[in-house]
């Protein structure tokens, strides 16, 4: 992309309204803007990004046998009042009618849907297990919005609802969602910390937060050092085998965020406990017949007998993790973005854009890269060299390549690493090769 032909809209003031880094940033970097309180447009570059967090997601569902589909944000009340969820959801909950006075409402998550749609059609447990998942936005009216993206009332989630026959097969259900989350997070390039949750609202058994610790968390978290060792990636689950043993193997190590009031909580300093801040990204939930008994989800089991499924739930915060993200990975100049989800591999920046020579090495090494599959955004405007410089590190692509007057009288570009600030002069002839492959 020709960035003299595309929408980044950069800000280099730093905006008022915003309060934590990843929401200066992002709008800094012209990923976002606010609409409404809570509601954002996403801007050209943003959009990149959340698709490409989007596709992992995806990815690592269906990997672990949930089948995606795409259900309405918008949902008729009655469904809600069969549950007994519409009057306890409160006004988080945004009520809407329709020119027939029908009650209807956006959706905030997607329990009493997906159950529906589950016993219109799913009648014998030879059918089960099934994990049904989507990706689609949600809308709570938050009573306090901010934080950008981090906390709104219009967000992006994939939420993935198991559906089992016994509790037994429910847990295996859960374990695959879990292991699922953890490396969802990592290829992600962020680590993620699994955490006993209060069941709340939503009610139930056994549920997991997973939380990315940044300093500016919004809850004070307790964790055991011992998660740094892991590397999720190197289990590769497949549906149906036991997970049981990875997922006792990350729940046997310590965490807790501050209001668990744990009696039994290791000391924080000692051991090998540490203190830090959380970011939510992640939310699974196995909470058994909650709605399958109330809205009569039933199969007919081995015995011929109607029993209503256990049922789980499993969310994940595909814009909020945008923002999480940045907490985690950013420096004073702006963004840094993990390889997984950057929005365009490389930056090319042509310094001499008046000089006819330069512009067509920097137009062939344009070319040679797009023709190699590489995403690269290039920096072609008639501006100067330092708004080019700081412009590439705000949006922070991963690989900057800079020709100048100088570089091009010497054949040499210069590659520097975002992450590292690491610099070397590569041969104008020899850079397009350096991303192969
Ligand atoms: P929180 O405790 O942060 O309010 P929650 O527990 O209400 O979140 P869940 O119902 O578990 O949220 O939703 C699943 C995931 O959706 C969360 O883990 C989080 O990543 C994301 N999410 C929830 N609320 C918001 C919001 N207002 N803005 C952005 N993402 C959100
Ligand atoms: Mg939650």
Avoid at 47 to 53: A, D, E, Q, S, Y
Avoid at 198 to 219: K, R
Wanted: charged share 30%; net charge negative.
């Amino acid at each position: 992309m020709r960035l003299s032909r595309y929408f980044l809209p950069t800000l280099k003031e730093t905006p008022s309204e915003a309060q934590i880094a990843s929401h200066r940033l992002m709008l800094r970097a012209g990923m976002v803007r606010q609409g409404a309180a809570g509601i954002y447009s996403w801007l050209p570059l943003g959009l990149k990004v959340l698709k490409n967090i989007e596709s992992i997601v995806r990815e690592e569902q269906d990997r672990a046998g949930a089948i995606e589909l795409l259900m309405p944000t918008i949902q008729s009340a009655d469904l809600w009042i069969e549950s007994g969820r519409y009057d306890d959801y409160g006004k988080e909950m945004l009520r809407i009618e329709d020119r027939h006075d029908r009650k209807m409402l956006f959706g905030p998550t997607n329990e009493e849907l997906v159950t529906d749609i589950f016993r219109r059609e799913i009648k014998s447990y030879k059918d089960l297990p099934k994990n049904l998942y989507h990706i689609q936005w949600k809308f709570r009216d938050e009573i306090r919005p901010r934080f950008g993206v981090m906390r709104g009332r219009e967000f992006l989630m994939k939420d993935a609802y198991s559906f089992d026959l016994d509790a037994e097969n429910a847990v295996k259900s859960y374990n695959a969602m879990f292991v699922a989350y953890l490396r969802t997070f990592a290829r992600l390039g962020v680590k993620a910390i699994p955490m006993r949750a209060d069941t709340g609202p939503i009610g139930g058994d056994l549920s997991h937060e997973f939380i990315v610790v940044a300093d500016t968390g919004e809850s004070e978290v307790f964790f055991d050092k011992g998660f740094e060792d892991f590397d999720p990636l190197s289990v590769d689950s497949g549906l149906g085998d036991d997970l049981q043993p990875v997922v006792d193997q990350w729940t046997s190590l310590y965490a807790a965020t501050e209001e668990m009031h744990d009696p039994d909580a290791p000391e924080a300093g000692g051991a090998d406990i540490v203190k830090g801040r959380g970011i939510e990204v992640g939310h699974i939930f196995f909470f058994g017949e909650k709605y399958s008994k109330p809205m009569k989800a039933e199969v007919q089991g081995p015995d011929g007998k109607p029993v209503p499924v256990q049922m789980g739930s499993y969310g994940i915060g595909v814009s909020r993790l945008v923002g999480a993200i940045i907490e985690a990975s950013h420096d004073e100049h702006g963004i840094i973005w993990p390889e997984a989800i950057a929005p365009y591999k490389v930056g090319l920046m042509n310094l001499a854009t008046k000089d006819a020579d330069c512009t067509a090495a920097c137009d062939k090494i344009y070319a040679d890269l797009r023709s190699q599959g590489v995403e690269v955004l290039y920096d072609d405007r008639n501006t100067g060299a330092g708004a080019k410089f700081s412009d590439m590190d705000l949006i922070g692509l991963p690989w900057q390549v800079a020709l100048g007057n100088r570089g091009f009288k010497n054949g040499v570009v210069e590659l520097k690493n975002r992450a590292t600030g690491d610099r070397e002069e590569v041969a104008i002839a020899d850079i397009a090769a350096r991303f192969a492959g």
